[in-house]
């Protein structure tokens, strides 16, 4: 499956075992990223597979030394949410919610949902320490720059940088919840 264009410094989304690894650890962050910025999951799927193929495209551009995978996979993914954000601008949706209530069963975006994700979210924060929490929060969360965050934190890049992996590798490890 490995593609022609793709180089010994890729990102291996060329190969079955990079996009498999890529899909389990950072398809749910994509996703999450996603939806917090559409609201919507449909439109939340469609980011993270056209991030995916956007991806996988310019695999053989990937450069290291900029950034790891998960770093890249994000810029592209804000990308990929513009580029949709622009689009539905040109092109409104003329069809509320209340209009498509007759026609589909379950009507409005379920409310529930969305406080489930948010508490979730909450509950696994709650289980870092407070500086992985802070700096996941800043970073991830707030989408502020490595270098912003240490700056008001008062701490070298490379801190705000390990405190996030740590943070991202614990959760990570923990339980997959339903």
Not at 46 to 75: I, M, N, P, Y
Request: proline letters at 4%; hydrophobic letters at 45%; a negative charge.
């Amino acid at each position: 499956m490995a593609d022609n264009f793709c180089n010994a410094h890729c990102a291996r989304l060329c190969t079955r075992d990079g996009l498999a690894d890529v899909l389990a650890t950072d398809r749910g962050l994509l996703h999450w990223r996603a939806m917090r910025s559409l609201g919507d999951r449909g439109l939340a799927e469609h980011a993270v597979q056209e991030t995916l193929l956007r991806a996988w495209r310019a695999c053989a551009d990937f450069d290291a030394r900029k950034g790891s995978v998960r770093t890249w996979l994000l810029a592209i993914e804000r990308n990929v949410v513009v580029d949709i954000v622009r689009a539905r601008a040109v092109r409104p949706i003329d069809v509320g919610f209340d209009d498509l209530a007759e026609l589909v069963p379950c009507g409005r975006p379920d409310f529930a949902d969305g406080l489930v994700d948010g508490l979730l979210v909450d509950e696994l924060l709650a289980r870092l320490p407070e500086p992985q929490r802070a700096a996941v929060v800043e970073v991830i969360l707030r989408d502020r720059g490595y270098r912003e965050v240490a700056e008001d934190f008062g701490v070298p890049v490379g801190t705000v940088k390990t405190r996030v992996h740590y943070a991202l590798r614990s959760l990570r490890q923990l339980p997959e919840v339903a």
